[in-house]
C-alpha cells in the first residue's frame, strides 16, 4: 500500500492526459478563504518530486513561486491598473499611453520567468530596445519608458512574480532631440493678444503671458484665489492679485512647495478678468476661472486647440507653438526688459540662487509687484488701441 504523504508535502499524481507526473502544493489562501495552489510536473516522479520540493522550500522561505506565465505586458497593465492612485489622471492616460504604444508592442510577449530562458526578459532584450527606440524618441521619453518598464516589473517583485528586475541593470541611451523651446519677442506677443480678444481663451492668454503662471495652475484657478480690488488703502497698498496655491496635479498640489506663490496683476489682466468674470455671470467663489462649458477644468488638449486657433490669426504657424511657451515669452520678456534672474525665478516659482531657496523655505510668499510692473510698463493698461 502506498504510503500516505504528510500534510504539508503537497500531491502527486499521474496525469493520463498529459502522460507526466503532476506535482502540487497548497502555499496559501486568498482572502475569501480559497486555495492558492502551485503545480510541477515532470516525466518522472523524480522530476516531478524534486519541482514539488522546490516549491516548498520558497513557501517555507516566505515566497510564492512566480506564475511561469506571467508576462511584461502582464506586469505593466496590473501596474497601470493599481499601481498609480497616487497620481492624476492626465499623468495615468500619458503612462497608458506610452505603454500601449512602445513598451507592450515591443516586449511585452517577453516572460519574467521562463525555466527553459527561451523567452525570459534579459537586460539585451532590454538594451535592443531602448536602442531602437532611441533612433525615432527623444531622452526625456526614453527615460519615461525605461521607469515604466522598471517600477511595473518592481510591482511584480513585490508580488513575487519575479525574482529580478533586469531593467535597473541597464541605462538609458541618449535620444533623438527634443523640440526646442520657444517664447514670442514683443511684435509677436503684441499680434497674438490681439487675435486673443475674440476668443472664449481671451483671459487665459493674457494671464498666462504676462504673469507666467504655469498652465495647470491656471486651470485649477478658482474665483476665491482671484482678488480683482485689491486693498489700495493699507499701508503698504496691496494690488489686485491671484492666489496661486493649487494645479491640476495630483491632490491638487503645486509643482513645488515653492511654487505656492502670489502674484500682483498687471492692469491689462486686472481688466481682462473683470471683463471674463461679468460675462460668466457672477460665478460662486469656488468656480473655475477658465472653465469648460459644463463648468469642469479644461483639459490641456482643449486649452491647446484653442490657443492654436488663437495663434492661426496671426502670421506664426500653429503648430509651431504650445501654450507652455507663454511661460517661457514671460520670462523671455522680462530679461529682455531688464529685470534679474533672481527676481524672474520669485515670479516664476522656482528657485535660482540659494538666497532665492532660502527665502522661499523661512518666508512667507508676498504678492509679487515687479512682474506687474514691468509688464504694465511693456504692453500698457490694456486699451484695445495700444493691442
Not at 85 to 103: I, P, R
Not at 139 to 146: A, E, G, K, P, S
Not at 171 to 181: D, E, F, I, L, N
Not at 236 to 263: E, F, N, Q
Request: net charge positive.
Amino acid at each position: 500500500m502506498t504510503k500516505r504523504r504528510s500534510r504539508g508535502d503537497g500531491g502527486l499524481h499521474w496525469d493520463e492526459a498529459r502522460q507526466r507526473w503532476i506535482a502540487s502544493v497548497t502555499v496559501g489562501y486568498t482572502p475569501a478563504g480559497k486555495r492558492i495552489v502551485r503545480k510541477a510536473s515532470g516525466k518522472t516522479k523524480t522530476e516531478a518530486n524534486n519541482a514539488l520540493r522546490k516549491k516548498i522550500r520558497e513557501y517555507e522561505d516566505g515566497r510564492s513561486t512566480p506564475a511561469i506565465g506571467f508576462t511584461v505586458a502582464d506586469a505593466v497593465n496590473d501596474w497601470l491598473s493599481y499601481g498609480l492612485t497616487d497620481v492624476d489622471q492626465e499623468t495615468v492616460d500619458n503612462y497608458s499611453s506610452l505603454a500601449k504604444n512602445h513598451v507592450i508592442p515591443a516586449i511585452g510577449a517577453r516572460k519574467l520567468r521562463d525555466p527553459r530562458r527561451q523567452n525570459e526578459l534579459n537586460a539585451t532584450d532590454i538594451d535592443r530596445w531602448l536602442a531602437d527606440k532611441a533612433k525615432t524618441l527623444s531622452t526625456r521619453t526614453l527615460r519615461l519608458l525605461h521607469s515604466i518598464a522598471k517600477r511595473a516589473i518592481n510591482r511584480a517583485m513585490a508580488r513575487d512574480q519575479v525574482m529580478r528586475n533586469v531593467v535597473v541593470l541597464c541605462k538609458v541611451p541618449t535620444g533623438t532631440a527634443g523640440r526646442p523651446s520657444k517664447s514670442l519677442n514683443y511684435e509677436q506677443a503684441k499680434a497674438l493678444l490681439a487675435a486673443a480678444e475674440s476668443s472664449s481663451l481671451h483671459a487665459y492668454v493674457v494671464l498666462s503671458l504676462l504673469t507666467g503662471a504655469r498652465t495647470e495652475e491656471l486651470r485649477a484657478l478658482t474665483w476665491a484665489h482671484v482678488d480683482l480690488v485689491g486693498r489700495p488703502d493699507a499701508d503698504p497698498p496691496i494690488p489686485p492679485a491671484i492666489h496661486v496655491w493649487h494645479s491640476v496635479r495630483a491632490h491638487g498640489d503645486t509643482k513645488t512647495k515653492k511654487s505656492r506663490r502670489s502674484l500682483a496683476l498687471p492692469v491689462r489682466c486686472v481688466r481682462v478678468l473683470t471683463a471674463h468674470h461679468a460675462a460668466q455671470e457672477n460665478p460662486g467663489p469656488d468656480d473655475i476661472v477658465f472653465a469648460s462649458k459644463t463648468g469642469t477644468q479644461l483639459n490641456r488638449h482643449a486649452v491647446l486647440r484653442a490657443f492654436r486657433a488663437i495663434v492661426a490669426g496671426t502670421e506664426m504657424n500653429p503648430e509651431d507653438w504650445t501654450v507652455r511657451e507663454l511661460r517661457h515669452s514671460f520670462v523671455s520678456l522680462l530679461s529682455d526688459n531688464g529685470m534679474s534672474i533672481e527676481e524672474i525665478a520669485d515670479l516664476c516659482g522656482h528657485s535660482g540662487t540659494s538666497i532665492t531657496e532660502s527665502v522661499y523655505r523661512h518666508q512667507l510668499r508676498p504678492v509679487l509687484l515687479n512682474g506687474a510692473t514691468a509688464m504694465d510698463r511693456i504692453f500698457g493698461s490694456g486699451d484695445t488701441s495700444g493691442a
